[in-house]
């Protein structure tokens, strides 16, 4: 015996009206401001770190004082590892401030957040000298890798990214998580 293909009225009476599964989820409004606030706040952090490496700004070290870091740590070509850092962290920054190439930015927060993550792992989890400030950065950025930039962003103005997929999002988590391990692998 098969089940009727139309919707129960209420009583004991099909409407004979089909039967239909709903749809995605539109996005609420309130979920574009939490995804805003969320892409504003990391980028935002992620920019000011990444000019303190690049410019020295925000009693950063610049470019030197990050290349002898990155020496002291383990990192061959220091100087060049420096500046994609530096540039990494700022435009990642401020892409993800944007919403621009969302995925992407995500991506290049994830791989540089997860070698910090390795750089200090021997610090413990809690500060001052431990990873948990990291792993939260990472946690955000793949967080909106995966979610998307929400609708107030430029992705929407871009026909690939106008509308996000995860497929997207799980892509760049899986970029940046590569680009990291091999930097890490090179790392002495």
């Not at 980028?43 to 950063?60: E, R, S």
């Not at 792992?121 to 400030?133: L, M, T």
Request: hydrophobic share 50%; proline share 6%.
């Amino acid at each position: 015996m098969t089940a009727p293909t139309g919707m129960y009225d209420g009583t004991t009476r099909y409407t004979g009206a089909p039967a239909t599964a709903p749809g995605p989820a539109t996005p609420t409004p309130a979920q574009d401001a939490g995804l805003l606030l969320l892409r504003l706040a990391l980028g935002l952090i992620m920019a000011v770190h990444g000019t303190q490496k690049l410019f020295g700004w925000f009693d950063g070290g610049g470019l030197e004082g990050t290349e002898q870091f990155f020496a002291s740590v383990g990192y061959p070509a220091a100087g060049t590892m420096a500046l994609v850092a530096a540039l990494t962290e700022t435009l990642g920054g401020l892409a993800l401030v944007l919403g621009l190439l969302t995925p992407l930015a995500g991506a290049a927060v994830l791989g540089t957040m997860l070698n910090a993550v390795a750089v200090k792992w021997d610090g413990g989890f809690f500060s001052p000298q431990g990873v948990e400030y990291e792993l939260l950065l990472v946690a955000a950025a793949a967080a909106l890798a995966l979610a998307g930039p929400g609708r107030w962003a430029v992705d929407r103005a871009l026909p690939v990214l106008r509308s996000h997929r995860l497929s997207h999002g799980v892509a760049a988590v899986a970029l940046g998580a590569a680009a990291a391990g091999l930097t890490l692998l090179v790392r002495s």
